[in-house]
């Protein structure tokens, strides 16, 4: 099909900054859509147009049941960075689209303060929680982020201030690549600036706690009631259950949310659900995932196998909790595609019974983990053990 629908990114010197293919699918357009600000930058020529609603995906229902009519969507920068594209090229075939990117935000941002791109970690707190920058914290650490209005920087150096980090010094770009152009500093101990609602934040990290990326962080960096997956033996469950971009993790039994949280912390782009049926441990699941910066961490509350009743199909399974019920091995294998891997973990005998007996049925590896750590005994050192573990590592033909 001939494209019919054209996304524009435009920058905050408005058409005349858009390059001549642009410009063209600007003008030939039949309708144009686009958040107020964006609209108020072309002149009134009596063509249709509509502004985005809320909910926005009434408009973009009401893009693609338009289909085939000259329609132009006005987006901010790249329309793919953290923009109205990503949403539309997800609903229609990009041979029926033209996408026409300017320099992101990030980009300039980056143009301004001479930081290489690829050396920063780039976020968006437009509606989302402030939570996910403790993913990114750690001393040296270069961010940009893109904000939700003119209060986000306050609230930002607030919360680096309270995670450790207030000797940071932030910078906030406004108005980028337009007359109105400015850009604030001050440390996060310091900002007292008000901004205006279009800016982007950069934070050069100094000092704080930071916590390792791989897998195996230590117990106490979780509120728990014990119900938690130690440290050992949780590096060598996230290696086994082998998180990729992407792909979906049910977290069965999750007690502390310990696997799911380092499973959505190996890649911003993977997904978990903690299944978890006390309401107390739910709790200690959120305040947990928030502190290491995955606030995005689905939690489901309830008993499997009740509870995996209409959940989206998993790559991924680790059962932990509940790993001697038969029906939530039944309900979780039968769960997976092919290809799909399951990873249980049993520290009593009854569950390590249950391990055994699906090891004859669906074969995989099996593991047992033994784990002891040198503690204080009086004026010496002993070993002290840890509760053996029994691991299966299967995979669904």
Known sequence: MTPWLSVVGIGEDGPEGLGPAARAALNNAAVLVGGGRHLAMLPDDGRERLAWSSPLGHRVNEIVTRRGEAICVLASGDPLCWGIGTTLAARIPIAEMRIFPAPSAFSLACARLGWPLPDVECLSLHGRSLALVNACLYPSAKLLALSNDGATPAKLAAHLV????????????????????????????TWQDETADLNTIAVDCLGGPAHARVPGLEDNT????????????RAVTLSALAPLPGQLLWD???????????????????????????????????????????????????????????????????????????????????????????????????????????????????????VSRAEPMGDSVAWRALRPVTQLIAEKP
Not at 222 to 229: I, R
Not at 297 to 306: K, N, R
Not at 342 to 362: D, H, K, P
């Open 162 to 189: 309270a995670c450790g980090y207030g000797e940071s010094r932030i910078m906030v770009l406004e108005r980028m690549g337009g007359p109105e152009e400015q850009r604030i500093e001050a440390t996060a101990a």
């Open 222 to 233: 979780f509120e728990s009631d014990g119900q938690l997956t130690k440290r050992e033996v």
């Open 252 to 370: 069965v039994g999750a007690g502390a949310g310990s696997i799911a949280i380092e499973w959505l912390r190996s890649d911003r782009r993977c997904r978990a659900i903690a299944i978890e049926r006390e309401a107390a441990r739910c709790a200690r699941i959120i305040t947990n995932a928030e502190a290491l910066g995955v606030p995005g961490l689905d939690i489901v509350e309830g008993a499997a196998p009740e509870a995996l009743a209409g959940l989206t199909q998993p790559d991924t399974i680790f059962l932990g909790g509940g790993v001697a019920n038969e029906e939530t091995w039944r309900v979780c294998w039968q769960a997976l595609g092919s290809g799909g891997r399951l990873v249980a973990n049993a520290v009593t005998v009854t569950g390590e019974s249950r391990i055994l007996e699906w090891q004859t049925r669906t074969g995989g590896r099996l593991v047992r983990l033994v």
